[in-house]
């Protein structure tokens, strides 16, 4: 499971570009090119194993191959690219071009697709092997999210107007499902595949029928800030709603997701939260934001720890073995064990977006115009 808060932007709409494969991202050249490595110091219980410019200014996006093969960024503001790169050297093996910026990127749980969304109002299915676009989509709204199903059968983007559900292979959208022109900042999609759950401005976490697209709840907990993110329980029953961007202390809501009751609401973290996740059984949950990163006891939602990180804007929890946590303001991304929250390794990066393959133990960073590769050497 994971769960994260990644770097948004303005939107410059723009008509769809060409596909490239290989490669410097942004650059429109298509000829392969070797990574362009630089020097990284390490930090304590990790080793440095790649380096590359990926894009133009700032990454916004990355995400790791569940396999751990490869590993895919997405370009912001003045790039509008998304590339896939080997995980073990980083050196590219394809581009995908848009007409605007790329907001968003996920890979496919099977690891053959990814797919982006992009400023230019477009929704794409790619190779992930070759570049090659499988289905692509006009959507009715520039999009800031993306979510693929457990089993990966379904892709769901979140856009300035709402979610659309689409079938991952044949690319055909089922179901366009309205927030009423709120943005979406973050989408997920339950285990069973049963609910699609969305959130964004104006503090609401919409939860819908995944087949018939029938809103089942509009949930408010807190009337100022934004959804930043969402994550239901392990066993499906309840889910989450972080608000961040407030102007008073709030945290998060509890819901059940049958009835859409409110369980519980915690405002301890001052602005608000800008990720939540799950650990190990489901019996702790952590929110991050500026203020400093607290675990929850998920039984009687006390907090039960407190990690005095701050300022934390992005977060990555594999396999519930190990939490990945950085943010802006803070000079070290952090590597937690998920069970006593001692620190493991520290990171010298300062990281807009993470994520984490816990079989290898690396961990993927965007920083700036940089994508890192690390390795967990105490684990």
């Not at 050297?89 to 907001?103: I, M």
């Not at 992005?314 to 998920?338: E, I, P, R, Y």
């Not at 990281?351 to 050497?377: F, I, K, M, P």
Request: hydrophobic letters at 45%.
């Amino acid at each position: 499971m994971r769960m994260r808060r990644s770097v948004r932007w303005l939107v410059l709409p723009a008509s769809v570009a060409s596909v490239g494969c290989g490669g410097p991202p942004g650059t429109g050249d298509p000829t392969p090119a070797a990574p362009n490595n630089v020097t990284v110091v390490a930090g304590a219980g990790v080793s440095a194993t790649a380096s590359v410019q990926a894009h133009r200014v700032r990454n916004s996006a990355v995400a790791y191959d569940p396999s751990g093969g490869f590993i895919a960024t997405a370009g912001g503001t003045k790039d509008g690219t998304a590339a896939v790169w080997a995980a073990s050297d980083l050196a590219p093996t394809a581009s995908f071009a848009h007409g605007g910026r790329v907001a968003a990127v996920a890979i496919s749980p099977d690891g053959s697709t990814v797919a982006t969304s992009a400023g230019d109002g477009t929704v794409t299915s790619w190779d992930a092997l070759d570049g090659t676009p499988r289905f692509g989509d006009e959507v009715r709204h520039d999009g800031n999210a993306l979510s693929y199903s457990a089993d990966g059968s379904r892709l769901a983007h979140g856009s300035g107007v709402g979610v659309d559900l689409y079938d991952a292979a044949s690319g055909e959208r089922l179901l366009a499902m309205s927030t009423g022109f709120s943005l979406v900042l973050s989408v997920d999609i339950h285990a069973t595949g049963s609910r699609i759950a969305a959130g964004g401005l104006g503090g609401v976490m919409w939860l819908w029928d995944a087949v018939s697209g029938n809103v089942l709840h509009a949930l408010q907990a807190f009337p100022s800030g934004q959804v930043e993110s969402m994550a239901f329980t392990p066993d499906g029953t309840k889910v989450v709603s972080g608000v961040g961007y407030v102007t008073s202390p709030a945290s998060f809501a509890v819901w059940d997701v049958a009835t859409g009751a409110e369980l519980a609401r915690r405002d301890a973290n001052a602005y608000g939260v800008f990720a939540v996740a799950f650990v190990g059984d489901g019996s702790r949950m952590i929110s991050v934001g500026r203020s400093p990163m607290l675990v929850w006891d998920t039984a009687t939602w006390a907090v039960a720890d407190t990690i005095p990180h701050e300022g934390i804007m992005s977060m990555a929890v594999a396999s519930g073995d190990h939490v990945v946590v950085s943010g802006w303001g803070q000079t070290d991304a952090l590597v937690l064990d998920a069970t006593s929250f001692e620190v493991l390794a520290t990171i010298p990066v300062v990281a807009s977006d993470l994520d984490y393959h816990a079989a290898s133990g690396r961990v993927v960073v965007a920083n700036g115009a940089y994508v890192q590769v690390w390795e967990v050497t105490n684990r």
